[in-house]
């Protein structure tokens, strides 16, 4: 069993920045791809970036390459999103998620979900 904590979220001005974090319990955490989605109100979830196990991919949306940047720790058992130049168009609930096959993608259904975190970025 994997349980996954997001954190990190808040209300930033457009421009500034957030770090979410995402904590996982389960041993074998450090063994799974993560990554990042998040829904906005009246809109369909949507993928964000993800990361390999070992960290040394990644993956990002077209609308958030180049500004967000995720990571995870040494122990590979914290996975990290930084957001930079936020837009309002950010805002959203964020979720982390961890599947131990597949890397998460636009095109997958990741097994384990966190509660998700609310990111709100005002113009």
């Known amino acids: 069993q994997v349980q996954l904590v997001e954190s990190g979220g808040g209300l930033v001005q457009a421009g500034g920045s957030l770090r979410l974090s995402c904590a996982a319990s389960g041993r074998t955490f450090s063994n799974y791809p993560i990554g990042w989605f998040r829904q906005a109100p009246g809109k369909e979830r949507e993928f964000v970036a993800a990361?390999?196990?070992?960290?040394?991919?990644?993956f990002y949306a077209d609308s958030v390459k180049g500004r967000f940047i995720i990571s995870r720790d040494d122990t590979k058992i914290t996975v990290y999103l930084q957001m930079n130049s936020l837009k309002p168009e950010d805002t959203a609930v964020y979720y982390c998620a961890a599947d131990p096959k597949t890397v998460p993608s636009a095109r997958t259904a990741p097994i384990y979900w966190g509660q998700g975190t609310q990111v709100t970025v005002s113009s």
């Open positions: 990361i390999t196990w070992t960290g040394r991919s990644t």
